[in-house]
Nanobody, 124 residues
Framework: QVHLVESGGGLVHAGGSLRLSCAPS????????MGWFRQAPGKEREFVGS????????FHGDSVKGRFTISRANAKNTVNLQMNSLIPEDTAVYYC?????????????????WGQGTRVTVSS
């Protein structure tokens, strides 16, 4: 079993930035393609970004493209999500997830481990 632990959430004003991190316990992050998803109150889960094991391939959801960047630091055993130019619509619980696919993926069913989530609130 792999436990993913997210950190870095909080309250920020619109236009600000936050950096989320995710670290697995019991395994190395380089074994997995990693992804970030989010879920706002009353809304469905939404894909944010995904990055493959090597970090050479990544993509982001349309709503965050150009503002958010997923990256990984395998030497530090972490995956990060840099969030810039935050808007109130980014308010959600953000989840880190791990997949055994060899490619970045936006399909939740392809992720086998999920963290508990970290809350991000963007005030207007």
């Amino acid at each position: 079993q792999v436990h993913l632990v997210e950190s870095g959430g909080g309250l920020v004003h619109a236009g600000g930035s936050l950096r989320l991190s995710c670290a697995p316990s019991g395994r190395t992050v380089s074994d997995y393609t990693m992804g970030w998803f989010r879920q706002a109150p009353g809304k469905e889960r939404e894909f944010v970004g995904s990055i493959n094991q090597s970090g050479r391939s990544a993509f982001h959801g349309d709503s965050v493209k150009g503002r958010f960047t997923i990256s990984r630091a395998n030497a530090k055993n972490t995956v990060n999500l840099q969030m810039n130019s935050l808007i109130p619509e980014d308010t959600a619980v953000y989840y880190c997830a791990a997949s055994r696919t060899a490619y970045p993926t936006n399909k939740p069913d392809e992720y086998i481990y999920w963290g508990q989530g970290t809350r991000v609130t963007v005030s207007s």
